[in-house]
Structure formats: structure tokens, C-alpha cells
């Protein structure tokens, strides 16, 4: 089992529609949740991060996480073709600053 | 703020050529930095976490002397591939850690004919 699973896509939504973007992770002991935009070529920038059950919000976007069901997800409100885009889930356990990363999951925002 | 910058960004070279890449962290101190190799349509791989004034920890199945890291500040990590062969062309990018947020750079492209 991957310790933090995406859905690989690509996930294909309308312009101005909510684009829904889920990951799972294994390890329990897990404390701090981010998730990265990836451009093609490009490397990873940083949307959101999230650390306690709940959503979060920053703009178009509310991150969500669930620590029972090891869960956290990624809502683009009003998305645009622009945010066509691979996003990475990234979690980070209990000691030290490494990253897991997740496959990614392609996002198309048509027009 | 937490502006990291990565160079070069392109690289093409022979086989055999050792290339260094570097990653600075322009506007804060960064103890920890990050190298990730990507390969094309895959996610980022930890290839090794660099310690500033120590040695990098490596991850499993990446050859330390082949991949060799120096971090030598608090704003200044550098890898150098040695003897680079085409299995080595990859998407090569550093993040530095500011208050437990990885902060990527630009990424190298590698390139060995």
C-alpha cells in the first residue's frame, strides 16, 4: 500500500465548476497536510496547508482534512482553465521535515 | 517571502561529466534543504535530505557517491552528479524548509547524451 494515495485522473471539469481533489494517507501518526500545484515542466508551488480536522480556506480554495478517516482533500471553487494543473498531496509524520509526496492528480479545466 | 532559487535550470551534457546544481534560499536560513528527482509523468521522488554543517541522509537505493551533497551554509545546498550517464537525465529539484513548509525551487533539467 502507497503511503499517500491520489487518484491519478485526469479529473475533467467545466469552467466555473468545483473541482474536487482527494488523497489518503497510511501512516496515522501523520501531523501536517499540504498540497502543491505542478505545472507541467514547472516545479511544485505551495496552495495550502493544513494541520487540524476541518476545512480551511484561502480564497477559490478549502482544503479539508479528516484525521479518523486519514483523509484530506482539495476544493477549487469557480475553477478556471488555469488552474489546469497537477496537484501534489503532500504529508509530513510526527518527526523531522520530510515530505511524502502522492502521485498527483491531473486537473483540466475546460472552457 | 521564501524565495529558493535553483541553478542552473537546463543542463546538456556528455556522459562521464560530473554537473552541480545548486539551491539557495534567498531570503530566510534554511538548516534543511531537499533534493526530489522527477521522472517524466511521476511524482517527486526524496532523493536525499541535506543537513546544514553534517552529512546528507540519503534515501534508500540512492548511491551517496554518486550523487554527492554539500550544504555548506544556511542559504546554500549543492548537489553534483558524478560521472553522469543518460539514466541520470531527470527533473532535479531542491526545496528548502522554512518553519516546517518546503519551499521549492525552479528545478534542473538534466540531460546526458
Known amino acids: 500500500q502507497k503511503e499517500v494515495e491520489q487518484n491519478s485522473g485526469p479529473l475533467s471539469v467545466p469552467e466555473g465548476a468545483i473541482a474536487s481533489l482527494n488523497c489518503t494517507y497510511s501512516?496515522?501518526?501523520?501531523?501536517?497536510f499540504f498540497w502543491y500545484r505542478q505545472y507541467s515542466g514547472k516545479s511544485p508551488e505551495l496552495i495550502m496547508s493544513?494541520?487540524?480536522?476541518g476545512d480551511k480556506e484561502d480564497g477559490r480554495f478549502t482544503a479539508q482534512l479528516n484525521k479518523a478517516s486519514q483523509y484530506v482533500s482539495l476544493l477549487i471553487r469557480d475553477s478556471q482553465p488555469s488552474d489546469s494543473a497537477t496537484y501534489l498531496c503532500a504529508v509530513r509524520g510526527l518527526y523531522g521535515n520530510k515530505l511524502v509526496f502522492g502521485a498527483g492528480t491531473i486537473l483540466r479545466v475546460k472552457s | 517571502g521564501a524565495v529558493v532559487s535553483q541553478h542552473p535550470s537546463w543542463v546538456i551534457c556528455k556522459s562521464g561529466t560530473s554537473v552541480k546544481i545548486e539551491c539557495r534560499s534567498l531570503d530566510f536560513q534554511a538548516t534543511t534543504m531537499f533534493w526530489y528527482r522527477q521522472f517524466p509523468k511521476q511524482s517527486l521522488m526524496l532523493m536525499a535530505t541535506s543537513n546544514e554543517g553534517s552529512k546528507a541522509t540519503y534515501e534508500q537505493g540512492v548511491e551517496k557517491d554518486k550523487f554527492l551533497i554539500n550544504h555548506a551554509s544556511l542559504t546554500l545546498s549543492t548537489l553534483t552528479v558524478t560521472s553522469a550517464h543518460p539514466e541520470d537525465s531527470s527533473f532535479y529539484i531542491c526545496s528548502a524548509s522554512q518553519g516546517g513548509t518546503q519551499h521549492f525551487g525552479d528545478g534542473t533539467r538534466l540531460s546526458i547524451l
Open positions: 493544513i494541520y487540524s480536522n
Open positions: 501512516d496515522r501518526g501523520s501531523q501536517s
